[in-house]
């Protein structure tokens, strides 16, 4: 007889981010978003989504809770891990790849404008907002090597 196996609660849901970012005059900023319930400052990020590569859904999170569009990197810059209890009580964990998207256009009005605040600040403010360690790793080391317009 087959024994059931069931999924354990210490396995991690992958999911993806965009770290969108533009050339300021005093170099690279970073678009940080307030998450919709703690109201920390995080960046756009969601689900892997049917029928988009994990670029573009990085990208499609980003128009939703940002509200901006832009050219996304193919290859992820590396990924964070965090966990958050969900509806049920549970602890769940994730961990996320994170992809560059270069902002090209920033819209004044988008479908979770009303639910968040953005706020481009420098690489430094991005890193020491965040609560997430591999996630202020990430953006320090984005910050030391940006990408070449």
């Not at 290859?75 to 965090?82: K, P, V």
Request: proline share 5%; aromatic share 6%.
């Amino acid at each position: 007889m087959a024994k059931t196996v069931k999924r354990s609660g210490r396995s991690e849901t992958r999911q993806v981010a965009a770290l969108s970012w533009r050339m300021g005059a005093s170099g690279p900023e970073i678009l940080m978003i307030t998450s919709r319930e703690t109201r920390r400052w995080v960046i756009p990020k969601g689900g892997r989504m049917a029928g988009k590569t994990d670029a573009e859904a990085a990208a499609q999170e980003a128009f939703e809770e940002a509200g901006v569009r832009g050219a996304v990197g193919d290859a992820s810059i590396g990924h964070f891990r965090y966990s958050k209890i969900v509806r049920n009580g549970d602890l769940r964990s994730y961990v996320v790849a994170v992809y560059p998207l270069e902002v090209l256009v920033q819209l004044g009005d988008w479908p979770e404008a009303h639910q968040r605040e953005r706020r481009w600040m420098s690489p430094a403010e991005a890193a020491a907002a965040v609560s997430e360690p591999d996630l202020t790793a990430l953006i320090r080391a984005f910050a030391a090597t940006p990408p070449v317009e």
